[in-house]
């Protein structure tokens, strides 16, 4: 199912819905403008949740810009860290949920 051609038909996507698409696009894009946060810290955490989420498309994408604005590979294996870390914690103490 994963398939990077897939995304050529963002396009078509666009077409079917051109203002929530636009809106999107808009949004995507200022949340990953330079502010407080630099670029790198941004992708960064986007890969984590991209590996919580589980979206090869954006595991891949994110990736290749976090390494793009100066992430290393122990960086980014300190993220996937991370993201295995809170995604273990949830299951953990929603299992409390669970207990009498």
Known sequence: MY???N????????????EAVAAFHAFDKAAFEQGTIP???KE????????????PYC?????????KAG???QELA????????LRAGGAVT???HTLD
């Open 39 to 41: 670029l790198k810290y």
């Open 59 to 67: 595991i891949e994408i994110h990736a290749k810009k976090a390494k």
């Open 78 to 85: 300190e993220t996937a860290m991370v993201a295995a870390a």
């Open 3 to 5: 398939d990077m051609q």
């Open 7 to 18: 995304l050529t038909k963002m396009k078509k996507l666009g077409e079917m819905a051109p």
């Open 71 to 73: 992430a290393t590979e």
């Open 94 to 96: 929603h299992a409390t």
């Open 44 to 55: 960064l955490m986007a890969v984590a949740v991209a590996l919580t989420t589980q979206c």
